[in-house]
């Protein structure tokens, strides 16, 4: 059953409109300050996690259209895990628009459940239930060109490798930049310039419908510039460049989703932090150098 703070209402108190939930789950676990100094809705830091080294958390967005008679006073926010019985989670003030739950109880597979009630001194108004099943987390685990090699072709096939596939589907963002060369920076795909988008940064994904992307098994490739939007055509002779890829597993209601590695916040980007700006500070990456040209 519902809790006891839910009451049928008398009249109109208002609605919620456009309720989203999503639940995050991010391959590393946080130290130290949580979200490494990014205001959090509430201050609330995330503390659960599918393994030791893991990060797992539900984002609750809501709108309210206002109604009640009198003064609205704040939301309650309550949880179930099977939709029947639901319990106080959290009460929050009237200026709240984001939620989050990062309560330890939180478990991917697991479907979890959540409605906000809107009240002031009299009345309340409830929220539609909403629910998503968070995702185990995964990691990337080789990439191709390895790490230091030398010799590598002007025009290489790049590799990486999961350690396992969650999800529906996973989205991979490839990337080539000119460092630590520093010539022309972005060299294949543009967020380490700030642009984020999934058109400018070599997006592909394993539903079928990236025709470049080969899969087998984890191991997942493209040939380097197949989609004709480098800065050149080939990779410079004995030049070094960095290979690496943004990688995130989704359910196919879009309501879960799990990052392995994101160094620019192409996945999430409202945290921040490491070095180079994205909420994944461990992961796999290549710095590699080109051989004659000859191949």
Not at 8 to 22: I, M, S
Not at 65 to 82: E, I, M
Not at 253 to 266: C, E, F, P, R, T
Request: charged share 15%; with cysteine.
């Amino acid at each position: 059953m519902r809790s006891s703070f839910r009451k049928a209402n008398v009249w109109p108190v208002g609605a919620f409109l456009n309720t989203r939930v999503q639940a995050v789950t991010i391959a590393q676990k946080y130290n130290g300050g949580g979200f490494n100094g990014v205001v959090q809705p509430l201050g609330i830091q995330p503390q659960a996690a599918p393994v030791e080294k893991s990060t797992l958390w539900v984002d609750l967005n809501f709108e309210y259209q206002a109604g009640l008679t009198g003064a609205l006073l704040g939301y309650r926010v309550f949880t179930s895990d099977d939709d029947k019985t639901f319990r106080l989670l959290k009460t929050l003030p009237a200026s709240a628009r984001v939620i989050r739950d990062s309560s330890p109880t939180l478990t991917p597979g697991q479907k979890v459940y959540y409605y906000i009630q809107a009240f002031n001194s009299t009345q309340q108004s409830d929220s539609p239930v909403v629910n998503t099943t968070p995702l185990d987390s995964f990691t990337v685990t080789n990439m191709g060109p390895t790490n230091h090699s030398k010799g590598v072709s002007v025009t290489p096939t790049l590799s990486w490798t999961f350690d396992k596939k969650v999800g529906d589907y996973r989205k991979t963002f490839v990337l080539v930049n000119d460092y630590p060369s520093l010539g022309s920076y972005c060299f294949w795909g543009s967020a380490l310039c700030g642009d984020v988008t999934e058109d400018a940064n070599n997006v592909y994904v394993d539903d079928g419908s990236s025709k470049a992307l080969s899969v087998d098994g984890l191991k997942y490739s493209v040939l380097f510039n197949e989609n004709k939007k480098a800065v050149l055509p080939a990779l410079e002779a004995f030049h070094s460049y960095t290979f690496d890829v943004s990688a995130a597993a989704y359910s196919k209601d879009g309501k879960a989703i799990s990052i392995a590695q994101d160094y620019y916040n192409v996945f999430y980007p409202v945290l921040a932090g490491c070095n180079f700006g994205g909420p994944v500070c461990e992961g796999q990456l290549s710095t590699f150098t080109t051989g004659d040209g000859s191949n």
